[in-house]
């Protein structure tokens, strides 16, 4: 399922994912895996992205 | 000694020497350099499934090669079953990686069209040394009906083109992404 939460956090913020994912120490493939839905983050990785965008886990990865 | 054992112990002599120079050559590298090759967690896991289908066609191929040569089927010499074996599992590793975006490491900042030409250069190296053994005379692919020992710069060549080939067309298949 697509994680448009994050991608409009994402584009609010006016990053892209490469910006995103050079912020939180992954690849830009990642990122876009992430909000496609093709892979499930650890948790680690969501508090970083959270923390980038200033969002609570909550807001992004809650449904 | 037979002729294809005594192949076969030359061929993993040099794997060992090849593995020790390559250790050696890591090593010095990182400790020059201080930093690790690194990837992120999605890459890890996508090269741990990597690892693990290239094992498994290496156990299925080794059952295979094992049968075949029990029933007396022959297709290639010991030595050409085994590193045909390995040629195969490494492509399939690398080009599972690529096509995953988890081949390249994150702190590598080099230009990758550079590495896929220095790939596919060596896929032509061993494509011509085939070729010329040809051209000499040498008996080529097939010899009696099975796989000739030359055929390894063959499968060598074309798997060195596979990954250069899978380079170009993964950064072309990103580029179109980063522009939607």
């Given amino acids: 399922m697509k994680n448009l939460k994050l991608k409009s956090a994402r584009a609010a913020m006016d990053l892209s994912q490469q910006l995103l994912a050079e912020l939180v120490g992954v690849s830009r493939q990642t990122i876009n895996a992430i909000e496609k839905g093709d892979y499930n983050p650890t948790i680690k990785l969501c508090t970083a992205i959270c923390k980038a965008l200033n969002k609570t886990l909550d807001d992004l990865f809650w449904e | 000694m037979d002729m294809s054992w005594a ?27 201080k930093e690790a090759v690194k990837f992120d967690e999605r890459q890890m896991l996508v090269r741990h499934k990597a690892v693990r289908y290239s094992f498994l066609f290496t156990i299925v191929f080794s059952i295979i090669c094992m049968f075949t040569n029990i029933f007396e089927l022959k297709w290639a010499p010991v030595f050409v079953q085994f590193g045909l074996n390995v040629v195969i599992g490494v492509a399939i590793f690398i080009v599972i990686c690529i096509f995953k975006d988890a081949y390249i490491s994150l702190n590598y900042n080099k230009n990758i069209y550079n590495y896929a030409i220095s790939t596919i250069a060596l896929g032509v190296i061993h494509l011509f040394v ?10 080529n692919l097939f010899t009696r009906g099975t796989l000739s020992d030359d055929s390894l710069y063959l499968f060598t060549g074309l798997m060195f083109l596979t990954v250069g080939a899978s380079l170009i067309i993964k950064k072309a298949i990103d580029k179109k992404g980063e522009a939607e």
Avoid: N, Q
């Fill in chain 2, 7 to 33: 192949k076969i112990l030359a061929f993993l002599l040099l794997t060992v020497v090849a593995v020790i120079i390559a250790a050696a050559v890591i090593i010095i590298k990182k400790r020059r350099s």
């Fill in chain 2, 130 to 139: 085939y070729v010329h053994h040809i051209v000499s005379g040498v008996p």
